[in-house]
């Protein structure tokens, strides 16, 4: 690294370090935008979640109310309801369903004290031979259970238990009574329990007043109640089979904790999805909600907690580190750059040096006289030279004066000599530029150049010729050198040329990066919901079609869970292929987290959407990558309506795809604002 430095300009240096900084600035910069993304999104998918449960719960009080009401209407329709009829009537509940996780449905009888003893015996001739109303006083007025089907296992605790007498459920039955409506208890230990898993209670209530009595007030309501139809609900019991399919897809990722009226602490918690014991610590929770649900006379307060572990910062951390390598990888090509740019203006310095030494030793022998001065007669003899003559080529002045000078210079020089000479005749004008060898005295041969002027007497006729001539030979050894020179930097040009385009394929390489999913190589998240605004906005610009497609592998989880995640991986990478095939180069695949995968279909309608979505199903059973894994795919569809924004087109098309996967999945299904 230090030999990699020296002789780099502390300028230059500090640029290095700049864009290195700059690089990793960029890096965390894009790796807390995808964060923050990712956390949007999972806020969003959180208060969906919070909002589902909700609905689901309030659904199933409401369709535990019309269960109880439907028993009132029974005891309506008649004058008395034996116990065999009312074990046909929840025995037909039973067979259709409508009971799920209730613990029983029930009939107590309101029973005045001056009635009790005749009551009892009533219901001992009925076959029940140890028939007591529990708990054992005197009271001005008793209630009993007499009622109860399944009248089997934990419900036979509860046979002849006067509910009037605990104060949580005395309230919630006078209320019942009083409004004509169903009411809702507080936190309970039901009866029922035997000491073993025991479960937060709560019990719901539905009137039944004498038939044919007025009921319009509440004095007419009191005097003519006969009983209640209820249930007494085991919390644990009733949530699990509540919220079946959220906990089983959001288990690890999410908790719900469910308290009795507006205070959240353990003596009102009804219901929890994990024990003390599992349950994580404060640190780990990302979000939490607090959510009342008012129904039938009672508040019951929500706790939901997302974890932190349910959002998936991968996109992030996989920017972050290869933005980190890649920068710092930007950084060591920087420097080597830099390194051979160094290097190559000490060689042009030096070369340019030793030029400018040569060009200095000429200007030295010009001004010395080293070039030699001749003349020549008519006939091409040497009649004069200087003394440069022999200090250059190292013949003596004697033998070289008398002779021809075609006795030295080169063979192949001679035509090109007469010809120079020939031009000083026919001219009359001084020629320069004409370049020979002339043979040394030790045989060897030197190059010189030479100018010359014509000689003329009085008439004007040439009679020989004067000139000079310089010995060329080291200027033309030091401009072959550095022609030699000048190619080594014409290569190393090559290289920085060569190293700048690597510079731009990275810089390349990290867009892609930070815009597609590393395994399946469709988009991420994050660009497919930049494309997607970008698509809404020219939707709504020119009036053209857009549609979604929303789509989840059916039997993905148990295919990873069983197979490991290399077979999941290659599943993920399968069905990803596949939709890069069936969709048009205007298309746009993505995965935006797990299973789940969009297609943006631009220019195409809710028909078009559909045909492809069906397509796709069909391509999915006849892959045999995914069947062999019992993989299938439920997808769901959404036209853009104008005036909707991006992401109610996305939820539009999960609603859409979680009503196809209710259906038993391997199906398609629009969203009804678009059928």
């Known amino acids: 690294?230090?030999?990699?430095?020296?002789?780099?300009?502390?300028?230059?240096?500090?640029?290095?370090?700049?864009?290195?900084?700059?690089?990793?600035?960029?890096?965390?910069?894009?790796?807390?935008?995808?964060?923050?993304?990712?956390?949007?999104?999972?806020?969003?998918?959180?208060?969906?979640?919070?909002?589902?449960?909700?609905?689901?719960?309030?659904?199933?009080?409401?369709?535990?109310?019309?269960?109880?009401?439907?028993?009132?209407?029974?005891?309506?329709?008649?004058?008395?309801?034996?116990?065999?009829?009312?074990?046909?009537?929840?025995?037909?509940?039973?067979?259709?369903?409508?009971?799920?996780?209730?613990?029983?449905?029930?009939?107590?009888?309101?029973?005045?004290?001056?009635?009790?003893?005749?009551?009892?015996?009533?219901?001992?001739?009925?076959?029940?031979?140890?028939?007591?109303?529990?708990?054992?006083?005197?009271?001005?007025?008793?209630?009993?259970?007499?009622?109860?089907?399944?009248?089997?296992?934990?419900?036979?605790?509860?046979?002849?238990?006067?509910?009037?007498?605990?104060?949580?459920?005395?309230?919630?039955?006078?209320?019942?009574?009083?409004?004509?409506?169903?009411?809702?208890?507080?936190?309970?230990?039901?009866?029922?329990?035997?000491?073993?898993?025991?479960?937060?209670?709560?019990?719901?209530?539905?009137?039944?007043?004498?038939?044919?009595?007025?009921?319009?007030?509440?004095?007419?309501?009191?005097?003519?109640?006969?009983?209640?139809?209820?249930?007494?609900?085991?919390?644990?019991?009733?949530?699990?089979?509540?919220?079946?399919?959220?906990?089983?897809?959001?288990?690890?990722?999410?908790?719900?904790?469910?308290?009795?009226?507006?205070?959240?602490?353990?003596?009102?918690?009804?219901?929890?999805?994990?024990?003390?014991?599992?349950?994580?610590?404060?640190?780990?929770?990302?979000?939490?909600?607090?959510?009342?649900?008012?129904?039938?006379?009672?508040?019951?307060?929500?706790?939901?907690?997302?974890?932190?572990?349910?959002?998936?910062?991968?996109?992030?951390?996989?920017?972050?580190?290869?933005?980190?390598?890649?920068?710092?990888?930007?950084?060591?090509?920087?420097?080597?750059?830099?390194?051979?740019?160094?290097?190559?203006?000490?060689?042009?310095?030096r070369l340019t040096a030793e030029l400018r030494e040569s060009e200095e030793k000429h200007r030295l022998l010009i001004e010395n006289s080293h070039d030699i001065i001749y003349t020549l007669s008519a006939d091409e003899v040497f009649t004069f030279v200087s003394p440069a003559w022999t200090a250059l080529l190292g013949h003596p002045l004697d033998q070289v004066v008398g002779q021809p000078f075609q006795h030295f210079v080169h063979p192949d020089d001679l035509a090109g000599c007469m010809v120079f000479l020939h031009a000083a005749i026919e001219t009359g004008q001084r020629q320069e530029g004409v370049e020979y060898r002339v043979r040394r005295l030790d045989g060897s041969w030197s190059r010189h150049t030479s100018s010359a002027v014509p000689l003329k007497d009085e008439a004007g006729d040439v009679v020989g010729f004067q000139g000079t001539a310089r010995d060329v030979t080291e200027r033309r050894r030091a401009e072959e050198e550095l022609q030699q020179r000048s190619q080594e930097l014409a290569h190393m040009n090559e290289e920085l040329v060569s190293e700048t385009t690597a510079l731009a394929e990275a810089n390349a390489a990290i867009t892609r990066i930070a815009a597609t999913d590393h395994l399946t190589g469709l988009a991420n998240r994050r660009h497919f919901y930049e494309a997607l605004e970008k698509a809404v906005s020219l939707a709504r610009r020119h009036g053209s079609p857009l549609a979604l497609v929303a789509l989840d592998l059916d039997g993905f989880k148990r295919a990873n869970d069983s197979a490991g995640h290399e077979a999941g991986d290659e599943v993920l990478a399968s069905f990803a292929a596949l939709l890069d095939a069936l969709c048009r180069v205007e298309d746009l695949p993505g995965r935006l987290g797990g299973d789940e995968f969009s297609l943006l279909l631009p220019g195409i309608d809710l028909g078009g959407a559909r045909g492809l979505a069906e397509r796709v199903l069909a391509a999915v059973r006849s892959r045999e990558a995914l069947a062999r894994r019992g993989v299938t795919v439920s997808a769901g569809v959404a036209q853009w309506t104008p005036g909707e924004f991006p992401d109610d087109l996305l939820r539009r098309a999960d609603e859409a795809l979680y009503a196809a996967k209710r259906g038993g999945g391997d199906a398609v299904a629009g969203d009804h604002a678009d059928d």
């Open 1 to 349: 690294m230090i030999d990699l430095l020296r002789g780099i300009a502390p300028r230059y240096l500090w640029g290095a370090v700049v864009l290195l900084v700059a690089g990793l600035s960029f890096t965390v910069f894009l790796s807390l935008s995808i964060k923050a993304d990712v956390e949007a999104v999972a806020r969003r998918e959180f208060d969906s979640t919070c909002n589902e449960i909700q609905r689901k719960i309030v659904d199933r009080l409401a369709a535990n109310a019309l269960i109880l009401r439907s028993g009132a209407a029974l005891f309506d329709a008649t004058e008395t309801v034996s116990r065999e009829e009312w074990r046909a009537f929840v025995r037909r509940l039973q067979d259709a369903q409508q009971t799920p996780a209730i613990q029983g449905i029930g009939y107590a009888l309101v029973i005045p004290r001056e009635r009790l003893a005749a009551h009892v015996r009533a219901i001992r001739r009925e076959g029940f031979p140890d028939y007591q109303v529990t708990p054992a006083g005197e009271r001005e007025t008793y209630s009993s259970i007499i009622y109860l089907e399944p009248f089997s296992d934990r419900n036979l605790r509860a046979f002849g238990y006067d509910m009037l007498s605990e104060p949580v459920r005395r309230p919630a039955m006078e209320r019942a009574r009083d409004e004509n409506t169903a009411a809702l208890s507080g936190k309970v230990v039901l009866v029922q329990e035997t000491g073993e898993d025991v479960q937060a209670g709560a019990l719901m209530y539905v009137p039944v007043y004498r038939h044919g009595s007025p009921i319009d007030t509440v004095q007419q309501r009191r005097a003519a109640l006969e009983g209640w139809v209820y249930s007494p609900y085991r919390m644990t019991d009733l949530m699990r089979a509540t919220l079946r399919s959220w906990d089983a897809k959001q288990k690890g990722r999410m908790v719900l904790q469910i308290y009795d009226g507006d205070v959240v602490s353990a003596d009102a918690l009804l219901y929890d999805t994990q024990s003390a014991g599992r349950r994580p610590p404060a640190s780990t929770a990302l979000v939490t909600r607090l959510i009342p649900v008012d129904y039938a006379g009672r508040r019951w307060t929500l706790r939901v907690t997302q974890l932190a572990a349910s959002v998936d910062y991968g996109g992030a951390l996989l920017v972050l580190f290869g933005g980190t390598i890649i920068s710092l990888l930007l950084f060591g090509l920087t420097l080597s750059l830099l390194s051979t740019r160094a290097n190559a203006r000490r060689m042009a310095e």
